[in-house]
């Protein structure tokens, strides 16, 4: 058995007072008050029009629109608290039910529709695939700084998690600027921005987040 | 553990007054955890030199996120998800270190009880060549095996000097070998 003595002093010499992590309500809503402005600003050029809430479809979007809000908050709360050693987040079953859910609704919606002319081109899905990547940009940044102060024993779930949020996060604000009813291609392209943006956000945050070894 | 449990009852105390830099506090608590470290680092890993090691990574992990212990709460789940974390990343390491050990040891064999004393004389000589600090962080780390928190503990350095250290070490050796096989 080796002596840890001379380490722990060492340690012990150069400890300083340290703040606290906030409790992570505390943090989740920070994030939300300061991530869903900052995605609304980043994704400015994008914005071509307002949502007409008076069109078919409207109930639906709307439903999906708060349901991409709850999971948004969720997913950022699952990865703060599972970044905390020790600490297990509440449900993540229960995350990809409202998930599922989510998935659905936008399912149901895209049946529904009735394409106009002209509509499901590729260019309209590809506009939306960039006002998501640009408003995800700081929403993204914010994770990967919120996670750098904790750091995490599960960096890859952390950032998966992380990434999640800023992708239902940057959905929403895409909701309230977008036509109520669905097309396939336009649908996919959403899709595809989403998993873009967990994957940048697993890349990009992994040398930051991680408690790498000495 | 029911005892490391009675004795762990004041832990959060002393977290917490060290979380405000109480310097006693800290130092008693961390030399009090080291025996439930060992415990819950024993449970994966049967090596007791790793074990050490282990234990010393999980040390310099609780100091960097000491800020994330909430006193509210239990402290053993913290302590034992860290070690944990630290125990599988050590055998990780170790796999991998023996998979290249074995692999260049399968093409080298033929040759190397041929080469031992020419290599043997190789390093001597390319040690030499290095400043006597570089040369001290390479042989306690490469030569005797010790984790690079263990070298910084030996030579009273920070494990950041220590890493900048080796790495000025390496590319000095990298630059002559360079030259040794031009000539």
């Known amino acids: 058995m080796r002596s840890h003595d001379p380490l722990i002093d060492r340690l012990t010499e150069s400890v300083q007072?340290?703040?606290?992590?906030?409790?992570?309500?505390?943090?989740?809503?920070?994030?939300?008050?300061?991530?869903?402005?900052?995605?609304?600003?980043?994704?400015?050029a994008f914005h071509t029009r307002l949502t007409d809430w008076s069109q078919p479809g409207a109930g639906i979007a709307l439903s999906a629109l708060l349901l991409a809000l709850v999971i948004a908050g969720s997913s950022v709360a699952a990865a703060f608290t599972l970044?905390?050693?020790?600490?297990?987040?509440?449900?993540?079953?229960?995350?990809?039910?409202?998930?599922?859910?989510?998935?659905?609704?936008?399912?149901?919606?895209?049946?529904?529709?009735?394409?106009p002319a002209g509509a499901g081109r590729l260019g309209e899905g590809i506009h939306c695939y960039l006002f998501m990547l640009s408003a995800s940009l700081p929403m993204m940044l914010l994770s990967v700084v919120a996670l750098q102060r904790t750091r995490s024993l599960h960096p890859a779930k952390s950032l998966a998690l992380a990434g999640c949020g800023s992708?239902?996060?940057?959905?929403?604000?895409?909701?309230?600027?977008?036509?109520?009813?669905?097309?396939?291609?336009?649908?996919?392209?959403?899709?595809?921005a989403g998993l873009t943006i967990v994957a940048l956000t697993m890349i990009v945050g992994r040398r930051w987040v991680r408690l790498a070894q000495a | 553990m029911p005892e490391t449990d009675n004795r762990a009852r004041l832990w959060p105390h002393l977290m917490a007054r060290a979380q405000e830099g109480d310097k006693h506090?800290?130092?008693?608590?961390?030399?009090?955890?080291?025996?439930?470290?060992?415990?819950?680092?024993?449970?994966?890993?049967?090596?007791?030199?790793?074990?050490?090691?282990?234990?010393?990574?999980?040390?310099?992990?609780?100091?960097?996120?000491?800020?994330?212990?909430?006193?509210?709460?239990?402290?053993?789940?913290?302590?034992?998800?860290?070690?944990?974390?630290?125990?599988?990343?050590?055998?990780?390491?170790?796999?991998?270190?023996q998979e290249v050990q074995d692999e260049d040891a399968l093409n080298h064999q033929p040759a190397e009880s041929a080469e031992v004393a020419t290599e043997a004389d190789e390093l001597t000589s390319y040690l030499g060549?290095?400043?006597?600090?570089?040369?001290?962080?390479?042989?306690?780390?490469?030569?005797?095996?010790?984790?690079?928190?263990?070298?910084?503990?030996?030579?009273?350095?920070?494990?950041?000097?220590?890493?900048?250290?080796?790495?000025?070490?390496?590319?000095?050796?990298?630059?002559?070998g360079n030259n040794h096989e031009k000539s």
Not at chain 1, 34 to 44: D, H, I, R, T, V
Not at chain 1, 94 to 106: F, K, Q
Not at chain 2, 56 to 70: G, K, N, P
Request: one cysteine or more; aromatic letters at 6%.
């Open chain 1, 17 to 44: 007072p340290v703040q606290r992590v906030w409790p992570t309500p505390w943090r989740v809503a920070g994030w939300i008050a300061a991530a869903l402005p900052c995605g609304a600003l980043s994704s400015w």
């Open chain 1, 167 to 192: 992708a239902f996060s940057s959905s929403m604000l895409l909701s309230l600027c977008h036509d109520t009813h669905l097309h396939l291609i336009d649908f996919s392209m959403h899709l595809a």
């Open chain 2, 25 to 97: 506090a800290y130092n008693l608590l961390l030399k009090a955890m080291v025996p439930a470290i060992r415990a819950l680092a024993c449970k994966k890993i049967s090596d007791a030199a790793l074990v050490e090691d282990v234990i010393q990574e999980t040390l310099l992990a609780i100091h960097r996120v000491r800020h994330t212990y909430d006193p509210q709460r239990p402290i053993l789940p913290w302590v034992a998800a860290i070690t944990s974390a630290r125990a599988i990343d050590a055998l990780r390491q170790r796999g991998r270190r």
């Open chain 1, 83 to 115: 970044s905390i050693a020790g600490r297990k987040p509440l449900s993540l079953y229960g995350l990809l039910l409202l998930a599922g859910l989510w998935l659905t609704l936008n399912l149901f919606n895209l049946s529904a529709s009735v394409p």
């Open chain 2, 129 to 176: 060549n290095l400043p006597l600090r570089q040369r001290e962080i390479v042989e306690s780390v490469h030569l005797r095996e010790q984790s690079l928190a263990q070298a910084a503990a030996e030579t009273n350095q920070s494990v950041s000097a220590v890493k900048s250290l080796l790495h000025r070490a390496m590319l000095n050796l990298r630059k002559f």
